[in-house]
């Protein structure tokens, strides 16, 4: 089965721009994860889908993160405006189940860098 | 909550050693445990789990961890390292059932 996919795998903006990041989840994986790993710090939970509906968004840092889900299928999650601190490497992750009944399935990551 | 700690942030180990990465966890009841690694340009594979039952797990690419509770540990071995095992390595535990908290890694460099 293919894996779970993120792109680009790299993306460098500048202050203020915007930017969208793509998930595409393993196929019949309803649950879908955002983390985000920060320069020198622990991987941090940002949301989690069920199918289409946002379950828990408590991790994302502000309203310039807007995370989508149309469809049930596959993610967006773009960062408007983007600031310094945003830069790090955005892990998308997607399971059949929930965390302790089914293992999480991670992508390669997207390693955003903002100047 | 679950909430988990790697001491170590980096280690060096000879092709051949062996290796043991350590990872605390703080929690009252029987703690959900996993590892996870992440090789450069990959994204992260889970390694192996503990829920319960017998402490000592075994996982993919010749690892296994032991859960002890006495010391509050969950701690990651390789008898043996090969140069593809170098990699980070993270300890993680539910939040909740759908939220995962890891600790802040571990890097290993193998050196031939």
Redesign the interface.
């Known amino acids: 089965e293919a894996g779970v996919t993120q792109f680009p795998s790299h993306s460098v903006i500048e202050k203020g721009q915007t930017v969208t990041l793509r998930c595409d989840p393993i196929s019949g994986h309803d649950n879908l994860y955002w983390y985000r790993r920060v320069m020198g710090k622990e991987i941090k939970f940002l949301l989690h889908f069920v199918k289409e509906s946002k379950q828990d968004e408590s991790g994302m840092p502000n309203n310039r993160f807007l995370a989508e889900r149309t469809g049930g299928t596959y993610s967006t999650l773009k960062v408007q405006p983007a600031e310094l601190e945003d830069s790090g490497v955005y892990f998308c992750a997607s399971s059949q189940a929930g965390t302790r009944n089914s293992p999480l399935h991670f992508g390669n990551g997207t390693r955003l860098t903002v100047t | 909550a679950q909430s988990v700690t790697q001491p170590d942030i980096h280690i060096t180990v000879s092709e051949g050693a062996s290796l043991e990465l350590r990872c605390n966890y703080s929690y009252g009841a029987t703690p959900?445990l996993?590892w996870?690694v992440q090789s450069p340009?990959?994204?992260?594979?889970?390694l192996l789990?503990y829920?319960s039952g017998d402490t000592l797990v075994q996982g993919i690419k010749g690892f296994e961890a032991e859960f002890k509770r006495s010391q509050s540990s969950f701690n990651l071995r390789k008898p043996s390292v090969h140069w593809s095992d170098a990699a980070e390595y993270?300890c993680a535990s539910?939040?909740?059932?759908?939220?995962?908290?890891?600790?802040?890694?571990t890097t290993v460099t193998v050196r031939a």
Do not use: H, V
């Open positions: 959900y996993f996870y340009g990959q994204g992260l594979q889970l789990k829920f993270f539910p939040f909740n059932d759908y939220k995962l908290s890891f600790g802040a890694g």
